[in-house]
């Protein structure tokens, strides 16, 4: 069966921490693992991560996939209050392989001031 | 680009009433998405369309729901008989293309049945 697995499910930390979110999964198809920051509202895009080793960036936020171990993780540092929000991983197949997206439960990330 | 959007943003019906959810993708994005989440868990996949196309149903989808983009541009979801289980957000989202993955999502649809 195809799963997405996030750890941890939550997390409380401080301003100025550093965090690592974690997600795994075991798809059919596999092509890309996508990032997600969801507040009170629909999910914003983060990573697309296609290429194994491979470190993506932006601002304090940094990501990484790992094709031979399947999983990736998500980096945040120097973290912010405005940070706070459920982190959402989520598997992309290839095209036309009639396989879904997949997304995991997601990791509730709490910084407090 | 004036985003994903969708409506109604809420809606509230009785057990047994049908209802439908509308999905306006970004213009030139030719694959739309239908997504369920309810509270603690991530989007739970519906459906998806390319242009007019449905290419996939999920097969834990009730017979109740149905989806339709007969000109491959905006899409509706419709729920018959809902019941109180069906109370979730329901999210749309849309990509360019079969080679794209970024997804982008709309604000939702979140529906309570009463």
């Known amino acids: 069966e195809d799963k997405v697995v996030q750890s941890p499910l939550s997390l409380v930390v401080h301003e100025g921490d550093t965090v690592t979110l974690n997600c795994s999964y075991e798809?059919?198809?596999?092509?890309?693992l996508l990032w997600y920051k969801q507040e009170k509202k629909a999910p914003t895009f983060l990573f697309m991560l296609t290429s194994s080793g491979i470190e993506k960036k932006s601002g304090r936020l940094s990501s990484i996939l790992d094709k031979k171990e399947l999983f990736s993780i998500l980096n945040i540092t120097a973290t912010q209050t405005g940070d706070s929000a459920v982190y959402l991983c989520a598997s992309a197949p290839f095209p036309n392989t009639g396989n879904q997206f997949y997304f995991g439960t997601g990791t509730s990330l709490t910084v407090i001031p | 680009d004036t985003g994903v959007s969708q409506d109604p943003r809420h809606k509230i019906t009785k057990r047994g009433q049908n209802v439908t959810f509308r999905c306006d993708p970004i213009s030139e994005h030719n694959r739309l998405y239908w997504y369920r989440q309810t509270l603690g868990q991530g989007p739970e996949f519906l459906t998806y369309?390319?242009?007019?196309?449905?290419?996939?149903k999920s097969r834990l989808l009730s017979d109740r729901f149905s989806a339709e983009r007969p000109k491959g541009s905006f899409s509706t979801l419709e729920i018959q008989r809902t019941e109180q289980g069906d109370s979730a957000m329901y999210l749309c989202a849309s990509t360019r293309g079969p080679l794209t993955d970024t997804q982008y999502f709309g604000p939702g649809t979140r529906l309570t049945v009463l």
């Open positions: 369309f390319q242009n007019e196309a449905q290419l996939e």
């Open positions: 798809v059919t198809n596999f092509r890309s």
